[in-house]
């Protein structure tokens, strides 16, 4: 043999006749095709299941479908007709983010006898039906009506009395 063709072999390269170094078996889809495959599926089925859930708004109050809601806040206003509840506070805005609930007898209270008894400032969560629909200009409405509002805590002012 010549002295290039003796580079290729087993014996060249300092292993015992008769044995081969082998090479490791690709498998097949050895490229990654069957990972993409598979995650493309997986991606697309997320995105066909996120917009299934996503509905879309009633065209009118009347088939808007009620669902019922909670938001936790401060008492913004009290009055005998409504109660407002600030749900956010943007300091940075210097802004409140408010939701105005009408009271009527059917609004359960739990916690306090009356709602002439809460104060602004104080920690209520609203329990409530929202109906959502689309608005003859095209605009998104929304009507909310509480069922049950439950105190949580007053305002705290920081100042205590020691005796």
């Known amino acids: 043999m010549s002295p290039r063709s003796e580079r290729g072999t087993p014996e060249a390269a300092g292993l015992p006749a008769g044995l081969h170094a082998r090479r490791p078996r690709r498998v097949s889809g050895g490229c990654g095709c069957r990972r993409w495959t598979l995650l493309t599926v997986l991606a697309l089925s997320v995105a ?45 805005k210097n802004m409140d983010h408010e939701m105005i609930f009408p009271l ?3 609004v359960a209270l739990q916690n306090k006898r009356e709602f002439r008894e809460l104060r602004s400032g104080d920690t209520v969560t609203v329990t409530y039906e929202e109906k959502r629909w689309v608005g003859e200009d095209g605009g998104e409405r929304a009507k909310r009506k509480a069922t049950r509002v439950r105190f ?3 305002e705290s002012t920081g100042l205590r009395s020691g005796g």
Do not use: C, H, M, N
């Open 104 to 106: 009527d007898e059917d």
């Open 152 to 154: 949580i805590r007053s």
């Open 48 to 92: 066909a299941g996120a917009s299934a859930g996503a509905q879309q708004p009633a065209r009118s109050e009347d088939e808007a479908v009620p669902r019922l809601k909670e938001v936790t806040g401060q008492v913004g206003f009290v009055r005998p007709a409504y109660l407002t509840v600030v749900y956010r506070r943007d300091a940075e």
